[in-house]
């Protein structure tokens, strides 16, 4: 009786230890590089209204770094806003202000005023977002996420409407 009851603590331990490590390699580690899991974030918009990556489950989503002293980021910004308008129905472009580096808080939100947009801006207040998302290679940087959360591409620096219409043509 012992034996079969030392075996059946061995098959359940067997188990356990099978389905951890499958979870572990079956899911990609959670981190901001090509085929990793895209960090969740909760942040707020210009109205207070807080929306996170974890809302849009289920889309393919275009999350922009910027800031409104950021050349770059200028530029790129009505072509981001060009392709939220144009498919609005297959992706998601979320812009993501980085307000830890702004010179006053308010050149955000002034730069908003004169260049209205109608994809979703979020705001870094806290600098949670560039905790988990470092601006290591500069600004703007774009992580393009599939609809399971992977990174599937990263771009540091200024994306033109052609780059961004050839990163996106395989996922649309």
Known sequence: MKKWISALVVFIAVIIIGTIVYENVS?????????EQAPDFELPD????????????????VLNQWASW??????????LDHV?????????????NMTGTERRVEDATEFLDENPVTMP?????DGEFADDYPPTDGMPTTYFINEEGIIVDVHHGE???E??????HPFL
């Open 121 to 125: 801006v979020l705001f870094d207040e």
């Open 27 to 35: 899911s990609p580690p959670v981190g901001v590089n090509q085929g």
């Open 84 to 96: 939220h308008e144009t498919y609005e129905d297959d992706l998601n472009v979320v812009a993501v």
């Open 70 to 79: 950021c050349e770059p980021c200028i530029r790129e910004f009505p072509v």
């Open 46 to 61: 210009e109205e207070g209204k807080n929306m996170s990556l974890s809302d849009l489950e289920g889309d393919f989503v």
């Open 159 to 161: 994306l033109t409407e």
């Open 163 to 168: 780059m961004l219409e050839e990163r996106l």
